[in-house]
């Protein structure tokens, strides 16, 4: 599809192309269109449709019934599947209707689990990765027949793989929030509830029940004195305004809960004429500094604390891993919809990769899995493995080049795939004295600062974002083990200074994906895949650190499902960072990474410190106030 803008919840669908593909991996039917926005169509000089080419087109309401019946019964692929799924649920809810789409994979989440080895994960480089012509890109049609022939090419070689696919059920996924004009964040810092002084810029309002006054002009009235209108009532409410106190309302339970003022109409807008200043939120931030160059040296390894500074840590960059060959074909099941099609047999071209890649690499670019043993035992090992150079595997990919078998890893479930890889297995002992001969004869790969294979991190290293493209959307993601059956949800605070939120909405979970402003976001990408997004220009500068969590429900620990992985990639989608975190057996929650300001630079950090208490406890910790 190709759209007015980035934010589902106010931008529209300009164009809609669906593939439709058969369980043989047959292409069947086609089916596009333009659509009237009924809005400016936004960038014309990327997607090409004016607003006289769309005039007269069908709207959304009047295509969704034939969309409906296209998508019905089958899996939705796209290439940022989670983007299109947000723009058509958006509209639907719009037209009054809902889409039956009950299950989506992502085409670049696909491409990024079989570890392609291209320099960023674009529908057109992964098209040109298999020489699929790619003539005109952003068409929504044009863009749906090359996710058709690459699709199938991925699917082979996930078949070769043995690796579980990134399907998405729709209970797992973020739904959009109600369309609205999106909302500054207030511009002064919250003083606290309502006192004898009366209103102070910066105060959060909230407001309940019938009003003499129209509401949008109540709520227009507090912004534009500079106060926060608030859309529920908690601990960080300043004032409650209602004229029925006993209304029984859910704000005015709350507000009797936490001790909130409570005021009437008359007695607000006598106080809205004469709010006094408050402290600005923002400052102006400081100018970014050259982040200093990487060199390759040891990374020591330092438990984090919440608000300690660990000095910065470099490490050694690996090279582009090898090309993943694919010597059959697999036939999968799916249709595509958006910029999407369905399998047929594929192969990678031989000129791009092949061999062994074990044999070919020195221990810098290896990516090591361990299987088994005591969770301390393997974890120790791949901490190791990251101090090293190396990059700790939590699954089987194309780019795994050793597997170390502990105590009961022989019978872990991947190990005949791994024998038919022929890939090397040892045992540790004998994999430690191969990693003691190779750091001895300093092999290590040269250090770059673009390309190739991610960085690796080890837990408590710190590096510099740099400072070409600190200043754009960061992506910080995290997997786990694919067999895993729990469910495990991303979280970010935004915090200030004192490591607190500001405000209930600088907290981005499940249930609320994106703040505000969009300065953060949670996309879910399949069933071990979520990533939170982070535009750093629009954080406002009250926000000195974002901490990335992860949470498990049902009383499980992460003990129950192993390390998780953690990339940082660039705004162009190149993974950069790489870490691989282990907690210990009974944390049910984990902070993963923090991005922070340090000395006119954003910093990123490996955290990996568990908690035993569960997602709402951990809210609270950071000044949320979350309910259970």
């Not at 249709?335 to 810098?364: I, M």
């Not at 479930?413 to 300093?442: E, K, N, S, Y």
Request: aromatic residues 4%.
């Amino acid at each position: 599809m190709e759209t007015s803008g980035l934010a589902a919840d106010r931008d529209r669908i300009l164009s809609i192309a669906v593939v439709q593909v058969g369980t043989d991996g047959s292409v069947g039917e086609r089916w596009t269109t333009l659509l009237d926005p009924g809005c400016d169509p936004g960038p014309v000089h990327i997607h090409g449709l004016t607003r006289e080419l769309l005039a007269g087109s069908p709207t959304f309401a009047d295509v969704v019934d034939e969309l409906a019946s296209r998508l019905a019964g089958r899996v939705m692929v796209a290439h940022n599947a989670s983007f299109d799924w947000r723009f058509l649920t958006a509209e639907a809810a719009r037209a009054g209707r809902e889409l039956p789409i009950e299950r989506r994979m992502c085409s670049c989440v696909l491409a990024r689990r079989l570890d392609l080895p291209v320099p960023d994960f674009r529908l057109a480089t992964i098209a040109d990765f298999w020489a699929v012509p790619f003539e005109r890109q952003h068409d929504a049609l044009a863009d749906a027949l090359v996710v058709a022939e690459v699709l199938p090419r991925m699917l082979a070689l996930a078949g070769e793989q043995d690796l579980e696919l990134p399907i998405t059920a729709g209970d797992r996924t973020p739904a959009p929030r109600p369309t609205s004009a999106p909302r500054a964040r207030c511009a002064f810092v919250n003083p606290g509830p309502l006192a004898d002084a009366g209103l102070i810029q910066g105060m959060r309002i909230a407001f309940t029940g019938e009003t003499d006054t129209p509401r949008d002009r109540l709520e227009q009235l507090a912004i534009d004195a500079g106060l926060a209108v608030a859309t529920s009532v908690s601990r960080r409410t300043s004032v409650l305004v209602t004229n029925h106190v006993g209304s029984g309302s859910g704000k005015a339970k709350a507000a009797l809960a936490h001790g909130v003022p409570v005021i009437d109409e008359a007695t607000f807008l006598r106080l809205a004429a004469n709010v006094a200043a408050g402290s600005p939120r923002d400052l102006p931030a400081p100018a970014l500094v050259r982040a200093p160059a990487l060199v390759p040296t040891p990374a020591p390894v330092a438990a984090p604390t919440p608000t300690g500074e660990p000095a910065p840590v470099t490490q050694p960059v690996s090279a582009a891993p090898a090309a993943p060959t694919a010597t059959s074909a697999t036939s999968a099941t799916s249709a595509a919809s958006a910029t999407s099609a369905g399998p047929t047999a594929g192969h990678v071209p031989a000129a791009r990769g092949g061999g062994g890649p074990a044999a070919r690499r020195p221990f810098a670019v290896r990516r090591v899995l361990v299987l088994g043993g005591p969770h301390a035992e393997a974890a120790a090992l791949r901490e190791r493995v990251i101090t090293a150079g190396g990059l700790a595997a939590v699954n089987l990919t194309a780019s795994v080049t050793d597997v170390v078998c502990l105590p009961g890893g022989e019978t872990d479930r991947r190990m005949a795939r791994i024998h038919t890889l022929g890939l090397p297995v040892t045992t540790a002992d004998t994999f430690l004295r191969l990693l003691d001969d190779l750091l001895a004869t300093g092999r290590r790969a040269p250090v770059q600062l673009g390309g190739g294979a991610p960085k690796p991190l080890a837990r408590g290293a710190v590096v510099d974002l740099p400072v070409a493209t600190a200043g754009a959307r960061w992506t910080v993601a995290a997997t786990w083990a694919w067999d895993s059956t729990a469910e495990i949800d991303l979280v970010a605070f935004l915090v200030g200074v004192n490591e607190l939120v500001g405000d209930d909405d600088d907290f981005v979970f499940f249930n609320q994906p994106h703040t505000d402003d969009g300065a953060a976001s949670l996309s879910v990408d399949g069933p071990s895949e979520q990533a939170i997004t982070l535009d750093l220009m629009t954080l406002p500068s009250s926000v000195h650190r974002v901490v990335v969590a992860a949470a498990l429900g049902d009383g499980r620990t992460f003990g129950d499902i192993g390390p998780v992985n953690v990339a940082a990639r660039t705004p162009d989608g190149q993974p950069w960072l790489h870490a691989t975190l282990d907690a210990a057996t009974t944390e049910r929650t984990m902070v993963l990474a923090e991005v922070y300001r340090r000395n006119g630079m954003w910093r990123f950090r490996a955290v990996g410190q568990g908690h035993n208490h569960g997602l709402v406890d951990l809210a609270r910790g950071y000044g949320v106030d979350a309910t259970d």
